[in-house]
Each structure stands twice: as C-alpha cells, then as structure tokens.
C-alpha cells in the first residue's frame, strides 16, 4: 500500500452531530495525497455506525471504535501511532476545513521551507450552526518564524498564538514523541513548545481551518475547573531554560508567570505549589526588583498604550 503525504487524524469522542461535516470538508480535500483515520472512543452516539459507512464508501477512512474509553490524550497518541504520512494534520470531530485547497496549501507550506517543523494557519471560529463569529489570526506576519521565538511569546504572553491541533500541520518524524499525558488543558501548547524547540514555524495568514466553539467541548470543561493557570506554570518550569529559548528572556517569563497567576489564580492550591517552584528558580530578590520596576514604569506604559489608541480612532476618523 503506498505510503500517503498526509494522515488526517480524526481524534472524536461524542461529536456525532458535528462529524459528518468534519469527514465532508476532509474528503472533498483537492490536489492532495492523504489517508484520514477517524479513532472513536467508545462514543455510543451512533459515532461508530457514521464512520463505518465512510469507510465502506471511501479506501481512504480508516475507521477504528475503542472498545472502552482511554481518554483524550490517548486518542489522540492512538491516532499518531497509526499514521504512515510524512505530515500530520488533525481535524476533532467538531472542527472543519475551510477550503478545498486546505490540505495541499499547508503541506505546501512545510515542502517549501525544509527547517519549518510545523505550518499554522489562520482559522474561522464557528458556533453550533457552522456559522463564523470571528477569525483569529494571533501570529503576525506570514512567512518563515523563530521556533524559540514563538515559544516565548507563547509563555510570556498567557496565550497560544500558534492554534489548536486543527489549525496546525505538522512532520510526523518532529512529532512521533506524541502529546504529553501530564497535560490535562495545554496538551497542544506543550506539543507546539517541543516541536518548535527543535525547528521554526511557518504561518499563512489565510483562513484554511474552522475551530468551533460550543458549550459541550474539553476547553470549556477545563476553562471552569481552573486548570489553565497551573498548567502554565507547568509549562513555563519545563520550558524556560531550554537551549532553543536562550536570548529570549527567561528572567522575565519566569516574573509574568508568577505575578499573573498571583492574581488570577491566588486561591488554586495547584497554582500555589507551581508559583512557590518558579519562585525558587528566579529568587526573592529578583522578582522583588522586577516588580519594582512594573510599578515604576507601568503607568507610562498605560499613557502610551491610550495615546496609540486614540491616534488609531483619529485617523479612522
């Protein structure tokens, strides 16, 4: 059996309302050479008969149904050791591709820049009826990007610039570590922070992806629990002193984590115990004179954030 560009995997678990239009978008996928294999884990919502029909119809579907739940890591893991093409594309059950070309720009994208470990794209946000509310788009400028770089921005920041899985294509022989399972929320961000220490990033500002957002997905289970702050304190502990984020600022990452979940997450005992282990590695002392200095400076920094914005409306105006 020839060995595939792509692999498409499909990590689902209770999508069945969103999955048909998922495997759609897949499947009408022009001028690429790709396999799609869709891992249900034990959904019970009438999953298993959708996929099997697919795959009935179309050589390309692997279907597979877990027999008993192994969780969302796993899944996804489960999937990436299944795969033969020499890149990875996710797509959840409840996401999409945008255009027909998705698949061939994005492979395109890694073809042409051999140091590129992984392309980003831009994606639509869609509610529960498919209909775009907004566009996120958080990397700046297309082209070729530091993989070091965008790490930190990443962990200073608070923020995943790169995308969710659906919005990222990456090489299987970067990613084959798979998805650490002692990430509960930041389990793509973690994946992003490994491959991108060992390679740059390619972005198209171009719109080749959709992220739904509904009330029944992981992010917004994990977003009420409180696990995002003490997760990135995580996250920054294991990151900060890699050799690939060396120039970008350490000190300072390790002083925004602290002080931000100081106040966002002051109550999370979790949190407490990932702040006390940042504190040792960047010292009392430190942190003390790093705080000094926000104070002394921040309130310039807010008069020249509002001057900005008021010649941004004067010249709209």
Known sequence: MPVPKISVLIPTYRYAGYLKETLDSVLS???ADFEVIVSDDCSGDGTAELIAGYAARDPRVRAHVHLQNIGMVQNWNWCLRESRGEY?????????????????KMSAMLDANPRAVLAACARNVI??????TEVWSHLGTPGVQHGGNTVWRCLSGDINIVGEPTAVMFRRSAGIRGFSERY?????????CHLLCGGALVYS??????????????????????IHSAEMLQLTHEYYSHPALRGQ??????????????????????AAEQRALLMSVLGRPS???RWLWRKITNPFAS???SIAKRRVRSGKN
Request: charged share 35%; aromatic share 10%.
């Open 29 to 31: 996928q022009e001028s």
């Open 88 to 104: 990875i594309k996710y797509v959840f059950g409840d996401d999409m591709l945008a255009e027909p070309r998705a698949l061939a």
């Open 127 to 132: 509610d529960e009826h498919s209909r775009v």
């Open 184 to 192: 509960d929320q930041l389990v793509d961000l973690e994946m992003w």
């Open 205 to 226: 500002d171009e719109s080749l992806c959709c992220f739904r957002r509904h009330a029944l997905q992981r992010t917004e289970f994990n977003r009420a629990r409180g």
């Open 249 to 270: 600022g350490a000190g300072a990452v390790l002083f925004e984590r602290i002080y931000r979940t100081r106040k966002s997450a002051r109550h999370d005992p979790a």
């Open 287 to 289: 942190y003390c004179t």
């Open 303 to 305: 008069l020249a954030r």
